[in-house]
């Protein structure tokens, strides 16, 4: 390396353009014959916060320009597939790949050649350093050739490294996908590029020409490599930031003339609120999203429907559906028919719901475009309708409960339960499957996550709910990004129900005898003691806010209204399945209800528990023993040794039209003639076994002779 390229590459501090994008990007601007958007200058008047004027290049262009002055090796990762600015004056596109960023950054410095290789193309050699090409092959470099082991590639680096005529520099893409015959050969080559660098005449030495490696990520290359290297330096590309994306957003308009007749302020304003909702995309997705446009005929007052389609894949957008706005408006009697008892959790609930429908969810903090359409806190005593209520808003907004997600969060109580919403990392099982979270958001964007109670899971679980609520968007391990700006989130908890003494009250926190506000009072302390203190993450309770939708215990009335619905489907289902009326008297009825209804502490799930223990239980084995008549009338419910038996009316007329289970009648018929036929011994002090079994038309049933006792098993 000679005294020149020192000076060479020290001459980019001092030569490195400044890049003005009104200027250069609007060359080569093509509008069609379309009246073109008038130019900031100056003295216009643009909004307050609109991105000053000239625009600065990207971090990692200054963090490359002073790594050249030391480092022999440069590791490249992040966002490095994307548009970056350009840099010359004379430079015709306003943005380009990373290659052409490089070459001008090196050119600045006095670089006459920049060579690529990967490994499908081999070294190829710049587009703009042709003039170089003789001098290069003159000294070995294989340009235009593809070498075919790892060993030649590294001679090739070698004499890239060392070759001292003019500053030179080589690019290494996809790095990460370098492979040899076997690992010991891919160790030996990076042996060789490191004993290479290492190879200096003294301490004072200047680098050699750079090897720039482009990796997915640093840990793809050998950690003996990279950490600890003082001649190498790791160079992390950042996704573009909002001042980035606001001049890639000019660009963009001026190329297309998209929005001739808007003025100045108006489209400058929207450009702004297109750089906002492309928040976490690289440039070359905001071009994506343009492009798109273009296909649909969108004008830019509608680029958000644009990022939308970009981001779910679907042009239907089920939030604006006429469909829904008719539904929402009967939303109140929808939810009643499926949630008794709760007027007051309807209430709020239905509130979140019209401002999510109407994309008014974070208006107020002016990020309503990336956080999820609205996030529920449901809260509340055991089976009283939480999950229940999350599955009618599914259905209400969508028409499908199975666009419910529901995760149930025990089942995370264990810190590396996270690999299961995320992805496991790399090099562990499952990785290639990524995260059921992501990748449930990806499938179905459209939808419903519910997380059932949420105390459970682990905390470190619920940081990703930070990103999820604040950002509307979560990555998995892979890589993949899932957006949440189209999803309702509803969480369930039983959080300040219960309080650790039971000294008083069986250990409740609340009680049913408790009114509605001194309820919401004593779970709203409890949550936000749970956040702020057992937890000490109140981030996560402000990305929730004013969600929190309380629960009441069930009222005698809601009580009533539960028993009543889930012994109409039971009666329903009796009725359906197997062809049978049953009918209670109200004595029954009555005696049921008292049966189901005696505990407010176990809500609606303990109603449901208790008819299939003194309802369900007893009339099935009831059709099993004896068949299933058309009509079945039960007088009462009768508690004996701790078993429900129901008492039957008119059991003798209705024995007339029962059917034998199908089961029984076959073995009865094959039966009845041995039996006619042989003598039974009497036993003593009894009277014939086969006159108990059998009379003269055949057995004898309890119907027929109710002044006999059942008959004994044969």
């Known amino acids: 390396m000679t005294q020149a390229t020192m000076l060479a590459r020290g001459a980019i501090a001092t030569n490195f353009p400044q890049f003005c994008p009104t200027r250069d990007m609007a060359k080569g601007s093509n509008y069609g014959g379309r009246k073109r958007p008038r130019r900031m200058d100056k003295t216009a008047s643009i909004p307050e916060d609109a991105p000053g004027l000239p625009h600065d290049p990207p971090a990692w262009i200054e963090e490359i320009r002073s790594a050249l002055l030391y480092c022999d090796h440069l590791v490249l990762s992040g966002n490095t597939r994307d548009l970056y600015p350009a840099m010359e004056n004379g430079g015709g596109a306003g943005f380009q790949g990373l290659e052409d960023s490089l070459w001008e950054l090196l050119k600045a410095g006095g670089t006459k050649a920049l060579i690529r290789y990967d490994p499908v193309d081999g070294f190829q050699l710049h587009k703009r350093c042709a003039r170089s090409k003789r001098a290069l092959v003159g000294a070995g470099i294989p340009i235009g050739e593809a070498p075919d082991s790892l060993g030649r590639i590294a001679e090739v680096q070698h004499a890239i490294a060392n070759?001292?005529?003019?500053?030179?520099?080589?690019?290494?893409?996809?790095?990460?996908?370098?492979?040899g015959a076997s690992e010991a050969d891919l160790e030996d080559f990076f042996v060789s590029v490191d004993s290479n660098s290492r190879d200096r005449s003294g301490p004072d030495a200047p680098p050699k020409n750079p090897t720039f490696w482009v990796a997915d990520h640093p840990a793809d290359l050998p950690d003996w490599f990279v950490v600890n290297n003082n001649r190498l330096r790791e160079v992390f590309l950042e996704l573009p930031n909002l001042e980035d994306r606001f001049f890639f957003a000019r660009h963009l308009g001026e190329s297309t003339g998209c929005a001739p007749d808007l003025d100045l302020l108006a489209h400058e304003r929207l450009l702004q609120q297109f750089a906002l909702e492309c928040d976490g995309e690289p440039l070359l997705g905001m071009q994506c999203i343009v492009q798109l446009a273009g296909g649909e005929t969108l004008e830019l007052n509608r680029l958000t429907d644009a990022v939308r389609t970009y981001r779910t894949g679907s042009r239907r957008n089920p939030w604006s559906s006429p469909v829904l706005q008719t539904r929402i408006r009967r939303a109140k009697e929808t939810l009643e028919d499926r949630i008794k008892g709760q007027p007051r959790a309807l209430e709020k609930t239905l509130d979140i719901l019209a401002r999510s429908i109407l994309g008014l969810s974070g208006a107020q903090s002016g990020t309503g475009h990336a956080r999820p359409r609205g996030a529920l806190f449901f809260v509340g005593p055991t089976g009283v309708g939480k999950t229940e209520l999350a599955k009618a808003v599914t259905e209400l907004l969508f028409g499908d409960e199975n666009a419910c997600h529901r995760f149930d969060m025990s089942e995370f109580m264990d810190e590396s339960s996270i690999n299961r919403l995320i992805g496991a990392p790399p090099g562990h099982p499952g990785h290639e499957r990524g995260g059921h979270l992501v990748n449930a958001a990806r499938r179905r964007p459209f939808s419903v996550f519910l997380f059932d109670e949420i105390e459970k899971a682990h905390p470190r679980i619920l940081d990703l709910f930070l990103q999820i609520l604040d950002e509307g968007r979560l990555t998995?391990?892979?890589?993949a990004t899932a957006y949440f700006s189209e999803a309702l989130i509803i969480f369930t908890s039983n959080i300040g129900i219960a309080k650790g003494s039971r000294v008083s009250n069986r250990g409740m926190n609340v009680l049913p005898s408790d009114t509605y506000s001194e309820l919401a009072s004593k779970i709203g302390h409890a949550v936000e003691e749970h956040?702020?203190?057992?937890l000490k993450r109140p981030e996560l309770l402000n990305r929730i806010g004013q969600n929190i939708v309380v629960f009441d215990f069930l009222k005698p009335d809601g009580i009533a209204q539960i028993f009543e619905s889930i012994l109409g489907r039971v009666l329903t289902t009796v009725?359906?399945?197997?062809?049978s009326e049953v009918v209670l008297s109200q004595a029954a009825h009555d005696s049921l209800r008292m049966l189901c209804t005696q505990d407010y502490f176990e809500g609606g799930r303990g109603i449901a528990n208790r008819i299939e223990a003194h309802f369900i239980n007893p009339l099935a084995r009831e059709m099993f023993d004896n068949g299933v008549p058309s009509r079945l009338e039960v007088a009462g419910i009768a508690e004996e040794r701790g078993k429900t038996k129901l008492v039957l009316e008119g059991a003798a007329q209705a024995g007339s039209d029962r059917q034998e289970p199908h089961f029984v009648r076959p073995h009865r018929v094959l039966a009845e003639p041995l039996l006619r036929k042989k003598t039974w011994p009497d036993a003593p002090g009894s009277t014939?076994?086969?006159?108990?079994?059998?009379?003269?038309?055949?057995?004898?049933?309890?119907?027929?002779?109710?002044?006999?006792?059942?008959?004994?098993?044969?």
């Open 688 to 714: 014939s076994r086969r006159r108990r079994f059998l009379s003269e038309e055949g057995p004898i049933g309890r119907g027929d002779r109710p002044d006999r006792k059942p008959p004994l098993p044969v």
């Open 575 to 579: 009725r359906i399945e197997h062809g």
């Open 163 to 179: 070759f001292s005529k003019f500053p030179v520099a080589l690019l290494i893409d996809y790095a990460s996908h370098l492979h």
């Open 476 to 479: 998995d391990a892979r890589g």
């Open 531 to 534: 956040f702020r203190i057992d």
